[in-house]
């Protein structure tokens, strides 16, 4: 066949041809320095959603705001402004340029920008080290391996120093052990950066990993959306549900999500005393070697609830307890 | 509920009608063969009067053209300007590579062969520089070069950019494909008739009709580059802001390299093809010394000339091949490993290991016009250093003529061969469409055929097209050119295609083919008639053997694809389940194949329409021969009449064997 649109997803080509609607009435807010996930299997939107919100495709219909601007109402001038400074993507399969060396990758949307060249190969090593590749800038993409390729694809998106980072499936064309690998370099990274990110993933673990709220789409339509521990201990629906059956509880669900109100006679300061973010994992070991209950308490201290051997073991075996 | 039943029960009959649709068919066509045989109307020749007159008035646009030549505006000031600009260019070239002391030429093409694909290009395009001076031919090699460099630089520069646009905008896309299409389709000698018309005889309308032959690859590969960047490489380039610009000239355009320079080799390996013929027009050089030769039948001169421009193919594919091979996307930064000469080289300063070519270059010019200006002439082809081959090769030919002709009396032998394909195939076919069966159905077979393949609008389309052959007066010549595509497509495919079966069973087979293959390859068509006629003789046979060797590459290379391409899950399957060799083949390879078969049958149908029409010029009739007269001669009128039914003949075959290959890929799909 002698295709008219090589290259093109799935998605995109459905988009062009305006024969399947790809996303609708999806609405949602993301926060300054928050990590937001939109999580769907393949064909639910959500690679044409993140294309909708950096106008790499129009949307037909709708409103995209950065920080009170409408994006869609940009002419393309303005979009490139804002491409340049204020935004920045990774791509799924990496998009890097072959023809140029990595350091002229990392370089690249510094380059568009005419700022010399001086300047944005300091910059390129610079964020080249973050990403534990320096050394690396005079070699060519190909000669890198899919890890490694994709790292460079996160320092380009870094170099420009972008308010907002939106991520389409950027680890999903890894091997495992090198997607665990980077997901844990962004969560280490984005600890001090505390950018605003956008994050698309079909993988339901990466998203509850990474996500500080979290959006579930299927067949273009949002079904659910909240915080990781929100959505497992209440799935909206049998879909969702699915999801989370394979999800190990005790890494997501706090003890703040299952502890009860302190009562009088608990002599809460004979025991030992954990955060409401531990999740029941960190949970265990504490609980096993100090033989007691656990009081719950807050940064400043205060004692907020109570923690029974009972209600931990019940919780493990993803068993209801408490408001929880 | 009544509808089901309904349908249920005329299934059967609709089936026995299907099974039976050709029967009924064939029936059908008997039926009328035998009605049209004993009606008073003479349905055996096409009738006469019912002629388009189409060469009338086209000949008297000719003379009125003739007329106005030097007063109207059209050519004061359009086409003499244009032909003025291209014919100064073309002699600018043609005095400059004149100029050149030759051993500068060649060495300097050996450079340039060195700087692009190493040492294996530089020595082969600097020999094959000098063999062209071996055989005489230095001069008239240098105006086919002239005219080849000015058509290609002008395809490019119109093809490239149109292609760039194509391929950012689908509207320009979709309106040029039909017409690069039509492009393509046409056999090269329907286009020299208009332009000779409006730019007279001589370099410019054989480097017009060189220009238009030439400039489809140009476009489609540059299209096709473009738009095969990974789609997710542009859109990363766009969502860090790069303008369209920035867009296209640093990541589109580079990474299409490759492919925009595949269309600039398929460029230039066209434009040498037509080159030759467009000496039927006036274009000189090699093409020129080929037909005195054919015309003569002075074969040795001929195939001296042809070897030339085998030279000068073979010079300029390697050289625009190599381009080719420097695809950035397989960048690579050269730490690894020091070549044999990084020693060597490490000694020079980098000034002079940077610029080493160019100052190699210079060095070349000062020492050639030293030697040339203080000791000897340079700029003229020594003489003495011409190898004749034209006496050697006439020689041979004769010892072939006498001996391979008809072996030892036996009745075995190319003249037997040539006969018995003459007397026993082409003319009893021929005759089948011009006397003894009634034009009507020979329409009407055509369209049934047409239809079987694409369905009832193609069918409607053939029976139209092929009528309107008649219409043209062309209706025997049509048959004529008809019956020898025939015939010689049968004896590609029946070549091609086992062949293409052994190349992709045995790799050694294949390896000691390819070399033969882009032998055939890079020979301009026109060259393949001269060694044909030395032992076929003049007449139709040599235009069909010519036309066989020519579409032979193409089906055995897709043939073997095919094949080679079928997942090796799906051959492990057939295995799996105990298939015999011969089983694996026939019941999975074969099918699997015939997507890709189907597609060189397609293409042996247009290379071999293409090169039957080219055989005119040698007595191969039909056609072909009606062009070459209306070129030759002032038959502007009847030369145009051939060439649309040439490109009606071409479009019909080229749908009708498309939709075929398309049936199988539905096949496939299942």
Same mark, same amino acid.
């Not at chain 2, 060495?107 to 530089?122: I, R």
């Not at chain 2, 990363?236 to 580079?254: D, Y």
């Given at each position: 066949?002698?295709?008219?649109?090589?290259?093109?997803?799935?998605?995109?080509?459905?988009?062009?041809?305006?024969?399947?609607?790809?996303?609708?009435?999806?609405?949602?807010?993301?926060?300054?320095?928050?990590?937001?996930?939109?999580?769907?299997?393949?064909?639910?939107?959500?690679?044409?959603?993140?294309?909708?919100?950096?106008?790499?495709?129009?949307?037909?219909?709708?409103?995209?705001?950065?920080?009170?601007?409408?994006?869609?109402?940009?002419?393309?001038?303005?979009?490139?402004?804002?491409?340049?400074?204020?935004?920045?993507?990774?791509?799924?399969?990496?998009?890097?340029?072959?023809?140029?060396?990595?350091?002229?990758?990392?370089?690249?949307?510094?380059?568009?920008?005419?700022?010399?060249?001086?300047?944005?190969?300091?910059?390129?090593?610079?964020?080249?080290?973050?990403?534990?590749?320096?050394?690396?800038?005079?070699?060519?993409?190909?000669?890198?391996?899919?890890?490694?390729?994709?790292?460079?694809?996160?320092?380009?998106?870094?170099?420009?120093?972008?308010?907002?980072?939106?991520?389409?499936?950027?680890?999903?064309?890894?091997?495992?052990?090198?997607?665990?690998?980077?997901?844990?370099?962004?969560?280490?990274?984005?600890?001090?950066?505390?950018?605003?990110?956008?994050?698309?993933?079909?993988?339901?673990?990466?998203?509850?990993?990474?996500?500080?709220?979290?959006?579930?789409?299927?067949?273009?339509?949002?079904?659910?959306?909240?915080?990781?521990?929100?959505?497992?201990?209440?799935?909206?629906?049998?879909?969702?549900?699915?999801?989370?059956?394979?999800?190990?509880?005790?890494?997501?669900?706090?003890?703040?999500?299952?502890?009860?109100?302190?009562?009088?006679?608990?002599?809460?300061?004979?025991?030992?005393?954990?955060?409401?973010?531990?999740?029941?994992?960190?949970?265990?070991?504490?609980?096993?070697?100090?033989?007691?209950?656990?009081?719950?308490?807050?940064?400043?201290?205060?004692?907020?609830?109570?923690?029974?051997?009972?209600?931990?073991?019940?919780?493990?075996?993803?068993?209801?307890?408490?408001?929880? | 509920?009544?509808?089901?039943?309904?349908?249920?029960?005329?299934?059967?009959?609709?089936?026995?009608?299907?099974?039976?649709?050709?029967?009924?068919?064939?029936?059908?066509?008997?039926?009328?063969?035998?009605?049209?045989?004993?009606?008073?109307?003479?349905?055996?020749?096409?009738?006469?009067?019912?002629?388009?007159?189409?060469?009338?008035?086209?000949?008297?646009?000719?003379?009125?053209?003739?007329?106005?030549?030097?007063?109207?505006?059209?050519?004061?000031?359009?086409?003499?300007?244009?032909?003025?600009?291209?014919?100064?260019?073309?002699?600018?070239?043609?005095?400059?590579?004149?100029?050149?002391?030759?051993?500068?030429?060649?060495?300097?093409?050996?450079?340039?062969?060195?700087?692009?694909?190493?040492?294996?290009?530089?020595?082969?395009?600097?020999?094959?520089?000098?063999?062209?001076?071996?055989?005489?031919?230095?001069?008239?090699?240098?105006?086919?070069?002239?005219?080849?460099?000015?058509?290609?630089?002008?395809?490019?520069?119109?093809?490239?950019?149109?292609?760039?646009?194509?391929?950012?905008?689908?509207?320009?896309?979709?309106?040029?494909?039909?017409?690069?299409?039509?492009?393509?389709?046409?056999?090269?000698?329907?286009?020299?008739?208009?332009?000779?018309?409006?730019?007279?005889?001589?370099?410019?309308?054989?480097?017009?009709?060189?220009?238009?032959?030439?400039?489809?690859?140009?476009?489609?590969?540059?299209?096709?580059?473009?738009?095969?960047?990974?789609?997710?490489?542009?859109?990363?380039?766009?969502?860090?802001?790069?303008?369209?610009?920035?867009?296209?000239?640093?990541?589109?355009?580079?990474?299409?390299?490759?492919?925009?320079?595949?269309?600039?080799?398929?460029?230039?390996?066209?434009?040498?093809?037509?080159?030759?013929?467009?000496?039927?027009?006036?274009?000189?050089?090699?093409?020129?010394?080929?037909?005195?030769?054919?015309?003569?039948?002075?074969?040795?001169?001929?195939?001296?000339?042809?070897?030339?421009?085998?030279?000068?193919?073979?010079?300029?594919?390697?050289?625009?091949?190599?381009?080719?091979?420097?695809?950035?996307?397989?960048?690579?930064?050269?730490?690894?490993?020091?070549?044999?000469?990084?020693?060597?080289?490490?000694?020079?300063?980098?000034?002079?290991?940077?610029?080493?070519?160019?100052?190699?270059?210079?060095?070349?010019?000062?020492?050639?016009?030293?030697?040339?200006?203080?000791?000897?002439?340079?700029?003229?082809?020594?003489?003495?250093?011409?190898?004749?081959?034209?006496?050697?090769?006439?020689?041979?030919?004769?010892?072939?003529?006498?001996?391979?002709?008809?072996?030892?009396?036996?009745?075995?032998?190319?003249?037997?061969?040539?006969?018995?394909?003459?007397?026993?195939?082409?003319?009893?076919?021929?005759?089948?469409?011009?006397?003894?069966?009634?034009?009507?159905?020979?329409?009407?077979?055509?369209?049934?055929?047409?239809?079987?393949?694409?369905?009832?609008?193609?069918?409607?389309?053939?029976?139209?097209?092929?009528?309107?052959?008649?219409?043209?007066?062309?209706?025997?010549?049509? #048959?004529?050119?008809?019956? @020898?595509?025939?015939?010689? $497509?049968?004896?590609?495919? *029946? =070549? &091609?295609?086992?062949? +293409?079966?052994?190349?992709?069973?045995?790799?050694?087979?294949?390896?000691?083919?390819?070399?033969?293959?882009?032998?055939?390859?890079?020979?301009?068509?026109?060259?393949?008639?001269?060694?044909?006629?030395?032992?076929?003789?003049?007449?139709?046979?040599?235009?069909?053997?010519?036309?066989?060797?020519?579409?032979?590459?193409?089906?055995?290379?897709?043939?073997?694809?095919?094949?080679?391409?079928?997942?090796?899950?799906?051959?492990?399957?057939?295995?799996?389940?105990?298939?015999?060799?011969?089983?694996?083949?026939?019941?999975?390879?074969?099918?699997?194949?015939?997507?890709?078969? #189907?597609?060189?049958?397609? @293409?042996?149908?247009?290379? $071999?329409?293409?090169?039957? *029409? =080219? &055989?005119?010029?040698? +007595?191969?009739?039909?056609?072909?021969?009606?062009?070459?007269?209306?070129?030759?001669?002032?038959?502007?009128?009847?030369?145009?009449?051939?060439?649309?039914?040439?490109?009606?003949?071409?479009?019909?075959?080229?749908?009708?064997?498309?939709?075929?290959?398309?049936?199988?890929?539905?096949?496939?799909?299942?």
């Amino acid at each position: 066949m002698d295709s008219l649109e090589p290259g093109w997803t799935k998605a995109d080509v459905l988009e062009q041809t305006g024969h399947v609607v790809a996303v609708k009435d999806v609405s949602f807010e993301v926060k300054e320095g928050e990590t937001f996930v939109v999580m769907g299997l393949s064909g639910s939107g959500k690679s044409t959603l993140v294309r909708c919100l950096t106008r790499l495709t129009d949307p037909t219909a709708g409103q995209v705001l950065m920080d009170g601007e409408d994006v869609l109402a940009m002419n393309d001038a303005e979009l490139r402004a804002l491409r340049r400074r204020k935004m920045s993507m990774v791509f799924q399969h990496f998009g890097l340029f072959p023809h140029r060396k990595v350091i002229d990758n990392v370089a690249y949307g510094l380059e568009v920008q005419k700022i010399d060249k001086k300047q944005r190969y300091e910059r390129a090593n610079e964020v080249l080290e973050i990403v534990g590749l320096s050394g690396w800038g005079d070699y060519y993409p190909g000669e890198l391996s899919g890890g490694m390729q994709q790292r460079v694809g996160l320092a380009r998106a870094l170099a420009v120093d972008p308010e907002i980072l939106f991520f389409d499936e950027p680890f999903s064309a890894l091997d495992p052990l090198i997607r665990r690998e980077m997901q844990d370099e962004l969560i280490r990274l984005q600890e001090h950066m505390q950018k605003t990110i956008v994050f698309i993933t079909h993988d339901f673990l990466e998203a509850i990993k990474l996500a500080d709220y979290l959006a579930i789409m299927k067949d273009g339509e949002v079904v659910q959306m909240g915080t990781s521990q929100n959505i497992i201990l209440h799935p909206a629906d049998d879909y969702v549900q699915e999801f989370t059956e394979d999800v190990p509880h005790s890494r997501v669900v706090t003890a703040g999500a299952i502890m009860r109100p302190p009562q009088p006679d608990d002599e809460p300061e004979q025991f030992p005393a954990v955060h409401p973010e531990t999740t029941l994992h960190d949970l265990v070991p504490i609980a096993a070697e100090y033989d007691a209950r656990l009081s719950v308490r807050n940064e400043g201290g205060d004692l907020i609830g109570i923690v029974d051997r009972r209600t931990l073991m019940l919780a493990l075996a993803g068993q209801k307890v408490n408001g929880s | 509920m009544t509808q089901s039943l309904g349908a249920k029960s005329t299934t059967p009959i609709s089936a026995q009608v299907q099974r039976y649709q050709w029967w009924l068919f064939l029936a059908v066509l008997l039926l009328l063969w035998a009605v049209l045989r004993f009606v008073p109307w003479d349905a055996f020749t096409f009738p006469e009067a019912w002629n388009l007159h189409l060469r009338e008035p086209i000949d008297a646009f000719r003379y009125w053209v003739i007329g106005n030549r030097n007063t109207h505006w059209m050519f004061v000031y359009f086409f003499d300007p244009l032909s003025d600009i291209i014919d100064q260019s073309i002699r600018g070239v043609e005095n400059f590579l004149l100029w050149l002391p030759w051993p500068l030429s060649v060495l300097s093409v050996t450079l340039l062969g060195h700087k692009l694909g190493g040492w294996k290009v530089a020595l082969l395009a600097g020999f094959s520089l000098l063999a062209m001076g071996l055989l005489g031919l230095w001069e008239e090699s240098m105006q086919t070069l002239a005219i080849i460099v000015i058509s290609v630089l002008i395809a490019l520069l119109l093809g490239i950019p149109l292609g760039i646009w194509a391929a950012r905008n689908d509207r320009v896309d979709a309106t040029l494909r039909p017409l690069l299409d039509a492009m393509q389709t046409m056999p090269a000698f329907v286009y020299l008739i208009p332009v000779l018309l409006f730019f007279g005889i001589a370099r410019v309308p054989a480097t017009i009709a060189t220009v238009i032959y030439a400039l489809p690859p140009a476009i489609r590969l540059t299209n096709l580059g473009i738009r095969h960047v990974p789609y997710e490489t542009v859109e990363a380039a766009r969502a860090f802001g790069a303008t369209p610009r920035q867009v296209l000239f640093r990541v589109q355009i580079p990474l299409a390299m490759p492919t925009i320079m595949a269309g600039v080799n398929q460029t230039i390996m066209m434009a040498l093809g037509i080159v030759v013929i467009a000496a039927l027009i006036g274009a000189g050089g090699l093409g020129r010394e080929v037909l005195v030769g054919l015309q003569r039948l002075r074969v040795g001169q001929a195939f001296a000339a042809g070897l030339a421009i085998v030279f000068m193919a073979i010079m300029l594919d390697r050289l625009s091949h190599a381009l080719t091979e420097v695809d950035v996307s397989q960048r690579r930064s050269q730490k690894y490993g020091r070549g044999r000469w990084d020693d060597v080289k490490d000694r020079f300063p980098l000034f002079v290991r940077r610029y080493a070519y160019l100052l190699l270059l210079a060095l070349l010019i000062i020492v050639t016009f030293a030697v040339h200006w203080f000791i000897t002439d340079l700029q003229t082809f020594p003489d003495s250093w011409h190898i004749p081959i034209e006496a050697p090769i006439d020689t041979g030919v004769r010892w072939m003529r006498d001996n391979l002709y008809n072996i030892g009396n036996t009745g075995v032998g190319t003249g037997p061969f040539s006969d018995f394909l003459t007397i026993y195939v082409l003319t009893p076919l021929r005759n089948l469409f011009t006397i003894w069966v009634p034009w009507p159905v020979v329409i009407l077979a055509m369209a049934g055929i047409a239809t079987a393949a694409g369905g009832w609008r193609l069918g409607v389309a053939t029976a139209v097209g092929v009528l309107f052959m008649g219409l043209l007066s062309m209706w025997i010549q049509s #048959m004529d050119t008809a019956s @020898q595509v025939i015939v010689a $497509v049968a004896l590609a495919i *029946i =070549i &091609a295609v086992p062949l +293409g079966i052994l190349s992709a069973e045995s790799n050694a087979f294949q390896a000691a083919l390819r070399p033969v293959l882009d032998f055939i390859q890079t020979i301009p068509p026109f060259v393949y008639l001269v060694p044909v006629i030395m032992l076929f003789n003049v007449g139709r046979v040599p235009g069909i053997i010519a036309s066989v060797l020519y579409a032979l590459p193409p089906a055995v290379r897709l043939t073997d694809l095919g094949i080679r391409s079928v997942d090796k899950e799906t051959i492990e399957a057939a295995r799996a389940f105990g298939s015999t060799p011969r089983q694996i083949l026939f019941k999975v390879k074969l099918p699997l194949a015939m997507p890709s078969i #189907m597609m060189g049958v397609n @293409q042996t149908v247009m290379m $071999v329409l293409a090169m039957v *029409i =080219i &055989a005119g010029l040698v +007595g191969g009739g039909g056609l072909g021969l009606e062009a070459v007269i209306g070129l030759a001669k002032t038959q502007t009128g009847r030369g145009v009449e051939a060439g649309i039914a040439i490109v009606i003949m071409a479009m019909i075959l080229d749908r009708m064997t498309q939709a075929w290959a398309k049936k199988w890929q539905v096949v496939e799909q299942h």
